[in-house]
């Protein structure tokens, strides 16, 4: 029995410096800078090299409304006439009497062409800020489940913390049974050995929430070390989520890859009337001098002139781009159906999803969560008093942790569909 004694120290120098080891941790965690998810949301939103980059086509496509306004330019001609090819009266000066004859020429555009480029470009720069508008919907789904898992990791992390420093006090009890004589010594064992299933359910926890911080860190484009980062917010779940007449309504109200689709249905009927006016006549208006005597009037060397001229469309009327055009309006009309019913789609699926998790955490929450910590308390004292065995014990304490982690786990996955909802939404309907 003597050999016992410095057994039982070095377990307990041994938990000491795992404890101290969590406490350091746990201190780390704390003391780190917690953000917000709107916080992290306006981080994101500043400097996520992705979503910059898309911002750009807006400008870019700002740019060509510039280009589609633009007048034509008009044309400068200089005409030299009347010189000498052979010599007069023997002298033979080649440039003595030419005459440079400068002349000036302007497309006039007819049927609104211009102001239809324009409003082409216009469109097509709504169409862009939809564009954008998407795909920022689509990262901040991606920002916000990595929100939700670090959340999650946290979580899950300080429930094996709890969980170890439970099982640290039943160690101690059941040491104490031990030195009395009320235990043997191969249980004492066997609840020594359960103990590595909570060491390794922390460790676990603690690499999962680094792996996420690093994931959270990359879409914020941050340096920031892992242990000056950390999140808040509230991780748990509401019972009342909206209507599903209510989430249609707004998707088909904010969704920016369906008012896209509508977008493009009504570019592709500015583009049809402007190949109509490119049918279209344009002439073309010329104005000239020279320093030249008029067959009319020999004695008036400074005349002007002018003319217009008038192409003949009898061939080429832009018959293709019209046709052209005028398909494309019934092929993007299509699109915005299919866009619409992707929609409903999405709506309906997401929605699915979050009740079928909502349902499953209500009687996790009222129910499950409260028998698994009875079972558990129950069972150990009465295996404290030789009222059941060890296995049942350990069984208890197995059905207690696994139902307090699929408990978690539910929360992460109802956060999770509360996040593709607002994506099938367009913006946020569930905070």
Do not use: C
Not at 334 to 358: G, P
């Amino acid at each position: 029995m003597k050999m016992m004694f410095p057994i039982a120290g070095r377990r307990r120098s041994s938990r000491r410096n795992l404890g101290a080891a969590l406490a350091m941790a746990m201190a780390g965690i704390a003391s780190a800078q917690a953000l917000t998810w709107e916080q992290v949301k306006e981080k994101f939103q500043a400097a996520n090299p992705t979503l910059l980059a898309a911002q750009s086509s807006i400008d870019e496509a700002r740019a060509n409304e510039i280009t589609a306004y633009l007048r034509p330019n008009p044309d400068l001609t200089l005409t030299a006439d009347g010189t000498q090819l052979t010599p007069h009266l023997g002298v033979y000066r080649p440039f003595a009497g030419t005459d440079l004859s400068p002349s000036v020429s302007y497309l006039h555009e007819r049927d609104h062409k211009r102001e239809l480029r324009r409003d082409s470009a216009r469109q097509s720069t709504e169409i862009a800020e939809s564009g954008y508008q998407d795909q920022a919907r689509t990262l901040l789904f991606t920002l916000r489940s990595a929100f939700v898992q670090t959340l999650q990791a946290k979580a899950v992390l300080e429930n094996a913390r709890q969980n170890l420093e439970y099982w640290d006090r039943e160690l101690d009890i059941n040491r104490q049974r031990f030195q009395a004589g009320d235990l043997a010594e191969v249980d004492l064992d066997r609840l020594e050995l359960q103990r590595v299933q909570f060491e390794s359910d922390y460790q676990n926890a603690l690499v999962n929430l680094r792996t996420s911080k690093i994931q959270l860190l990359m879409l914020l484009n941050s340096r920031t070390p892992i242990e000056n980062f950390d999140v808040t917010g509230a991780y748990e779940f509401a019972e009342q989520i909206p209507t599903l007449d209510g989430v249609r309504a707004i998707a088909l109200e904010a969704r920016p890859d369906l008012k896209s689709a509508v977008q493009n249905v009504e570019l592709a009927r500015l583009n049809h009337q402007l190949a109509v006016a490119n049918g279209s006549t344009d002439p073309t208006f010329s104005l000239w001098w020279t320093h030249n005597a008029s067959f009319n009037n020999p004695y008036d060397y400074n005349t002007i002139g002018g003319s217009v001229s008038v192409p003949l469309r009898v061939f080429d009327r832009n018959q293709g781009e019209k046709a052209r055009t005028e398909i494309d309006i019934g092929r993007n009309e299509k699109l915005r159906e299919a866009a619409e019913a992707q929609v409903f789609s999405d709506v309906d699926s997401a929605y699915v999803t979050l009740e079928s998790t909502l349902n499953l955490l209500k009687p996790y929450r009222d129910k499950y969560l409260k028998l698994a910590t009875t079972q558990r308390d129950k069972l150990s004292f009465s295996y404290q008093h030789g009222g059941a065995s060890l296995l049942d014990y350990l069984d208890a304490e197995k059905s207690y942790r696994d139902t307090r982690l699929a408990y978690l786990n539910l929360i992460g996955s109802y956060l999770t569909a509360a996040a593709q909802l607002n994506l099938a939404a367009g913006r946020e309907v569930i905070p």
